[in-house]
């Protein structure tokens, strides 16, 4: 479950086209702006959901381990002028929130408590936080933490970012256009 924010500049041809530049120029100017925006974008929505859910802003980013992440960017590249930013609303696992310390009436992980839960390691190796379903020993659950937060945040960066995306524009066209094409 997640949510997918675009970005293209099929809505702004009406400034492209006012602009004394190559297509050349223009297509630069444009896959540049469109990266800063991505790149600000992702950046915005990690730091508002770490903030906001109080979990490691590491397990947002995206690139390296792929082990809960949260966040992917699509850039521009050759021809292409569209560039998204992928958030994840899935709930995060127990592990992944900090540090494990089991308490007197339940565990904590990170900043979270789980009233109730305990601390284990699975054979595999990963610890985490799990919980009892029932009255017996088995079965156990992995506990999570919902990223409640997550679509509003994602809902705000995107209606600034159409706005962000055109004050870059305006920029890097000036810049290809008036500064390097001289």
């Known amino acids: 479950m997640g949510q997918l924010l675009s970005l293209s500049l099929d809505e ?8 004394a530049g190559t297509e050349k120029q223009i297509n630069t ?14 950046t915005q929505i990690g730091r508002q959901i770490a ?4 979990v490691p802003p590491g397990i947002l980013k995206s690139g390296g381990s792929r082990r809960g992440q949260r966040i992917f960017k699509s850039k ?9 930013v992928w958030v994840g609303f899935n709930p995060i696992r127990a592990g992944y929130l900090g540090a494990l310390s ?7 992980a990170g900043r979270h408590f789980f009233l109730g839960g305990f601390v284990a390691t699975m054979p595999s190796g990963h610890g985490s936080v799990f ?26 960066v995107q209606e600034r970012s159409h706005q962000r995306l055109i004050d870059i524009l305006e920029h890097e066209l000036d810049y290809e256009v008036n500064i390097r094409g001289h």
């Open 29 to 42: 100017a444009s896959r540049r702006a469109i990266s800063k925006v991505v790149e600000w974008s992702a």
């Open 76 to 84: 521009p590249y050759g021809e292409k002028t569209s560039g998204s």
């Open 131 to 156: 919980m009892r379903s029932g009255k017996t020993s088995l079965p156990i659950r992995e506990q999570s933490h919902p990223l409640a937060s997550a679509q509003n945040i994602v809902d705000r």
């Open 12 to 19: 702004y041809h009406g400034i492209l086209e006012s602009i």
């Open 51 to 54: 903030v906001q859910e109080q």
């Open 102 to 108: 089991q308490q007197k009436v339940g565990a904590k």
